[in-house]
């Protein structure tokens, strides 16, 4: 069955500071990957997601992630976070149901 | 406004009582879900129809019974709660299911808290 870990629990970074939280799937066919983001007290929004193609995908709001197929991994970046992208972070794979990672909380300090 | 919604936002409810959880989507999506989020934020799929046909039946108690009249909803019964069942439950939809970039719309969640 197919899993999805992320390693970082909890990361607290400083406005300006880059980002990068880790995804690693497991699943041996053809993956499908997202990423989804919850604000505080808010419902989960859609990031980015990758399925075939260019293995580095833009999303929104500055985000991306690179798909590295040997790596089993799915890893979120942006250069420079702001205040307004403390949330949690949800990495999650599909196949014939989307599973979720267990989230990473960011908290940006202004 | 297209969106999924739920109603309703919040509930309070004791320990043995029944209630229900309406989710009703307008994006025209052929297949709902209803995730679980407990405390620790960590989401878990319950069930997933398609077109009204169960589909996704995860390890979840009997007392969770889910319920679809059309495809564009996708309602959830909690008989007996209990204290456990406190958590945020997330009804979505998605346009195919079966289709694996299709993402997931969410729903605003209801926080329903069991004393």
């Known amino acids: 069955a197919q899993s999805v870990s992320q390693h970082n629990h909890h990361v607290i970074l400083s406005e300006a500071a880059s980002l990068e939280l880790g995804c690693n799937y497991s699943y041996g066919g053809t993956v499908n990957l997202f990423w989804y983001v919850q604000y505080p007290g808010q419902h989960l929004q859609l990031l980015l997601k990758y399925f075939s193609g260019d293995p580095l995908v833009k999303g929104i709001k500055g985000f991306e992630a690179e798909f590295i197929k040997s790596k089993f991994s799915f890893n979120l970046r942006k250069p420079s976070v702001q205040w307004s992208d403390t949330a949690e972070y949800f990495c999650?794979?599909?196949?014939?149901?989307?599973?979720f990672g267990k989230g990473t909380r960011l908290h940006i300090l202004p | 406004d297209t969106a999924v919604s739920q109603t309703p936002k919040y509930l309070v409810t004791q320990m043995g009582n029944d209630k229900s959880i309406k989710c009703e989507q307008n994006?025209?999506?052929?297949?709902m879900y209803w995730y679980k989020q407990d405390s620790k934020k960590f989401l878990k799929i319950m069930f997933s129809y398609n077109n009204k046909e169960l589909i996704i039946n995860e390890t979840v108690p009997n007392r969770f019974s889910p319920k679809s009249p059309d495809k564009a909803h996708l309602n959830l019964h909690i008989n007996s709660l209990e204290l456990g069942d406190s958590a945020v439950y997330f009804c979505?939809?998605?346009?195919?299911?079966?289709?694996?970039?299709?993402?997931?719309?969410f729903g605003n969640g209801t926080r329903l808290t069991v004393t």
């Open positions: 979505a939809s998605s346009p195919q299911g079966g289709v694996r970039n299709s993402p997931l719309h």
């Open positions: 994006l025209g999506h052929d297949t």
């Open positions: 999650a794979v599909k196949d014939d149901k989307i599973i």
